[in-house]
């Protein structure tokens, strides 16, 4: 740290502002580290000497047992940490989640995901903007598109992609049978600009139209909303496919419209870094039809059990779950699958 550090003191440093906040972000990696580490070997130090204490009476047995689980927590957050190591991992994200066939039941799945996903978010303090939103018929969403901004959010939620299966009595069927739903999760990273993504204007229009929802006169009478159209050519197999997008989180038809390009800007990205990652069949994988046998990961509300089925990691706390507490889930994902990423990555 104390070598990148000094590169900041270069009298021509900020001449290069995209460099300099490149290098000042090195900087505040390593001093994150170095901060966790002094954190880790503090509570550790703390725990060898409690137990003299206990010899003396200073401290009772009860409060070493609580050191050391507060010892145990910060080691292995420290190494869940460090599963977090691909260049995308400390990016922040873009979430969508869109509802699977069934109607009113599906759409109000989704929009449970989408809270379960919120509320995460906010316990860990990021950002969260939902970029666009289109509601079900009847009740909950047919997606949804949102920000999930701060360190390390692409890292922690890329084990979320894929479908997501809900068992339960429905509160929409008037006979009270117990029923199956399902709803698709895709978290792509949010890229800053201090990657470079070359988009061709020649390769894109513009729609607008008014955006809907509550938000006042503004919002609804005038095209505040955008549509971004891009016709993306695959470099490898030469298909051309186009991408759509719509922004209609700001009153500000410019504003939505950089969010749009920033958005497509991490789909490209997003491809790009699969090819090269060699995650494209991983993640592939997990974008299948949205039914029966794709799913992986089950909340089953009657029997009070949310299994993940990549990783056999469950609980029986669905309340904690669809209010957010995820964090079981997706230790585990990361615990089981970083080696391979690892391995992969190591090639190129």
């Known amino acids: 740290m104390e070598e990148e550090s000094l590169r900041t003191q270069d009298p021509v ?17 390593l001093k994150k580290w170095i901060d966790l580490y ?37 080691v292995e957050n420290l190494e869940f940490r460090n599963m977090l190591r691909q260049e995308a ?10 509802s699977g066939a069934g109607g009113t039941e599906s759409q109000d799945w989704a929009s449970m995901l989408m809270r379960m996903y919120i509320r995460w978010a906010e316990a860990n303090h990021y950002k969260i903007t939902i970029n666009t939103i289109q ?17 390390y959010a692409y890292g922690y939620l890329k084990g979320e992609n894929g479908v ?17 739903s399902f709803a698709s999760v895709f978290a792509t990273p949010l890229v800053d600009d201090t990657i470079d993504i070359e988009i061709n204007p020649a390769d894109y229009t513009w729609d607008t139209f008014r955006s809907g929802g509550a938000g006042g006169q503004n919002v609804n009478k005038v095209e505040t909303g955008v ?35 920033r958005l497509l800007r991490s789909m490209l990205y997003d491809m790009e870094l699969q090819k090269r990652m060699a995650e494209q069949q991983k993640v592939e994988a997990g ?23 990549r990783t056999n990691y469950q609980t029986s706390d669905v309340g904690g779950v669809m209010d957010g507490k995820i964090d ?4 585990a994902y990361l615990m089981t699958f970083a080696g391979e990423e690892k391995t992969e990555q190591s090639v190129f």
Not at 44 to 67: N, P, S, W
Not at 164 to 180: C, D, E, F, I, W
């Open 13 to 29: 440093f900020w001449e290069d502002a995209k460099r300099a906040e490149a290098q000042m972000k090195i900087v505040k990696e």
């Open 38 to 74: 002094n954190e880790v070997h503090t509570a550790t130090e703390e725990l060898a000497l409690a137990f003299d204490y206990v010899k003396e009476g200073i401290l009772t047995e009860e409060e070493v047992d609580e050191m050391y689980a507060n010892a145990l927590s910060q």
């Open 89 to 98: 991992d400390q990016m922040s994200c873009v979430l969508k989640i869109n």
């Open 135 to 151: 509601d079900g018929d009847e009740a909950g969403i047919k997606t949804v598109t949102m920000q999930i901004e701060g360190d």
């Open 164 to 180: 997501h299966r809900l068992v339960r009595v429905s509160p929409y069927n008037a006979q009270g049978k117990r029923m199956t």
């Open 227 to 261: 549509r971004l159209r891009y016709n993306y050519k695959d470099p490898d197999t030469g298909e051309t496919r186009e991408i759509l997008i719509e922004n209609t989180e700001s009153r500000s038809q410019l504003d939505n419209r950089e969010n749009a390009m």
């Open 287 to 309: 974008k299948k039809k949205i039914e029966w046998g794709s799913q992986i990961r089950s909340y089953v509300f009657d029997d009070r059990r949310v299994k993940d089925h």
């Open 328 to 331: 079981g889930f997706i230790k």
